[in-house]
């Protein structure tokens, strides 16, 4: 019982973190229907400004986290405006190879200024201790509070998208993207917004989840496969589905890592590959 507890709450903190910085990329990819595999990119940059606005500048940890989220945000409008919308129209490998080329990029100026060695930020004294839950005597206060800001942010995502009038444009953006248009929708700069917002929720989870998933400069190709994941089986422009598909990747990957840890993510995948065999859209998505 104490077992299968700590399996559940250290995988659905996990989770969190992997739905925070992976549901910006369905709602992208979704909407403006580019394949960004930089998206890693973007979560790494959030947990290296984290740690530099704490360490650097003595920043404290909420204000240093939101520093970091504007700061990515305004940078991806930039290469929104730049790059990515240039490519909105071309092939798919195209922009495969323009994620590629940013990946690398981020990964050679991340190694240039600050080293090989994973990094992590210091927690805040008021969520450093542990406490008890359940049948579980010792779990670490910031996990729950992990847990605690995924579950906001799910239903603030969900409201923002389900009961508001730009939740309501990004969705007729998403169903018909000609017929949103012609009825006055700006999709110009709902791309350019949606892009920003999906980067800062990636810098978001890169510094919140920081301390699960320590801060590398290989971070972006590391951790890209899981997001790529959750986004598949959760389905492109949902914010339910990358929900649960979070929860499902977080708490299986936990439960193999601990039970069968030589097996690896290998039951992961397998049940990944028999899901997408019978929901080739997955849990949320619709079909073309």
């Known amino acids: 019982m104490i077992q299968f507890a700590n399996i559940l709450l250290t995988g659905t903190a996990y989770a969190m973190v ?71 129209a071309a092939p798919e490998l195209d922009q495969v190879v323009l994620s590629l080329g940013i990946i690398f990029i981020s990964i050679a100026v991340a190694q240039f200024f600050f080293g090989a060695l994973p990094l992590t930020p210091k927690l805040p004294p008021l969520l450093a201790g542990e406490v008890a ?46 017929m949103a248009q012609a009825i006055g929708v700006n999709t110009r700069r709902l791309f350019t917004l949606v892009f920003a917002l999906g980067s800062m929720l990636a810098a978001l989870g890169g510094g919140l989840g920081a301390d699960l998933m320590a801060i590398g400069p290989d971070y972006a190709l590391t951790h890209l496969t899981y997001f790529l994941i959750v986004v598949a089986i959760g389905g492109l422009g949902s914010i339910r589905g990358p929900f649960f598909a979070a929860l499902l990747l977080g708490i299986g990957d936990t439960a193999c890592r601990i039970l069968y840890p030589a097996a690896g993510a290998f039951f992961v995948y397998i049940g990944l590959f028999l899901l997408l065999l019978f929901r080739p859209t997955g849990l949320f998505g619709r079909a073309a």
């Open 18 to 88: 992997l739905y925070i910085a992976a549901v910006g990329l369905s709602v992208t990819m979704g909407l403006l229907g580019i394949a960004n595999l930089a998206h890693g990119a973007f979560a790494m940059a959030g947990g290296y400004l984290l740690i530099v606005l704490m360490t650097v500048a003595d920043i404290p940890f909420a204000p240093a986290l939101i520093a970091a989220c504007l700061i990515v945000g305004l940078v991806s409008i930039i290469l929104e405006r730049v790059l990515y919308s240039r490519f909105y």
């Open 133 to 178: 839950v359940g049948p579980v005597s010792s779990f670490p206060l910031y996990r729950l509070f992990l847990i605690a800001i995924g579950l906001i942010t799910f239903i603030l995502l969900w409201l923002g998208i389900e009961r508001t009038i730009l939740g309501a444009k990004i969705r007729a953006t998403v169903d018909n993207r000609g």
